[in-house]
């Protein structure tokens, strides 16, 4: 086993919920609707959102918008999507070290490494500048692929772009989004990580408390 896929939000770096929240609200604000009717209409559109189906973050605010009642005006959508390209930015930037360091060991190793993420527009295009991009040999993002999580599709695309069978992989993640049921049923050997939150308390599989124990595999 040589190949590593993770995931990224509550994983890798913090999920940034509260964060989240408080920016959502700020951007219905901004667009000139109810900021909490906004903030719920966001949040219900999230496998939307992940698999692309309203386009780019500017497109995706104008149809959350609509849906609230607003016709914002292009300054207002500029404002918007900087906002929530700003939040991406600090939650990417959140890496601990302990993470940055495992991830290079393993990498020095000579391990395959691979991102399945479901993840936004706005974040996957910050995501080459993160401390954690130059880790990766490929990334399987939702937005990009047209497939979320637990989907096979996003698996076996980080398969086929590392030239790798699923049961050659070990896939770490939070649990979020049945992950971890999805990448074992494809013979994966999946791992939960309680380090930045506790999403999947029934997993019946191995658990971990930090990424950095994942060193524990280098010797297998």
Known sequence: ????????????????????????AQMGTILGV????????????????????????????????????????????????ALRRSLARRLLAAAPAATLTTLATFKSAGWRIGLVSNITAETQLQWPASPLAKYYDTTAFSAEVGAAKPSPAIYLAACTALDASPDDCLYLGDGNDNELPGAAALGMHAIRTTEHADNAPDWPGQSVTSFAALRDWLGD
């Open 1 to 24: 086993m040589k190949v590593l896929l993770t995931d990224l939000f509550s994983t890798l770096i913090p999920g940034g919920d509260a964060s989240r929240d408080k920016v959502n």
């Open 34 to 81: 109810d900021p909490t009717a906004f903030q719920q209409a966001f949040d219900a559109s999230s496998h939307d959102r992940f698999i692309g189906a309203y386009g780019d973050l500017p497109a995706t605010l104008r149809v959350i918008a609509d849906r609230c009642g607003g016709t914002p005006t292009e300054a207002q959508v500029t404002e918007a999507t």
